[in-house]
């Protein structure tokens, strides 16, 4: 199932979704999703939260036509579905 992502259209022209799984130390096997420009912006990303901390030991990413439902909550007063902020990191915005 796809889903729309409420973005201005300028962004949604420039932005991609990818998948990135690994391994965390600590956590074992994690799936992580990314919005970017490119896949370099998502391994930058990566690259840059130090295995201590949270990231990845190893990984993989793979680009997606869309993001998968479990990156989405779906709001219980009205149904409409919106991307999981503790799941999805947005590297197009300034507050990542």
């Not at 420009?37 to 840059?48: G, L, M, S, Y």
């Not at 479990?70 to 503790?86: L, M, N, R, T, V």
């Amino acid at each position: 199932m796809t889903k729309q992502v409420e973005m201005f259209p300028e962004e949604v022209a420039s932005s991609k979704f990818f998948v990135a799984k690994g391994h965390v130390l600590g956590e074992g096997d994690v799936t992580r999703y990314y919005v970017a420009k490119d896949e370099a912006e998502v391994t930058i990303h990566i690259n840059n939260k130090p295995t201590d901390d949270g990231g990845f030991s190893s990984y993989a990413i793979e680009e997606k036509e869309a993001l998968p439902e479990d990156a989405y909550i779906k709001c219980p007063s009205c149904a409409c579905d919106f991307q999981d902020k503790y799941r999805v990191t947005d590297l197009t915005t300034d507050d990542q």
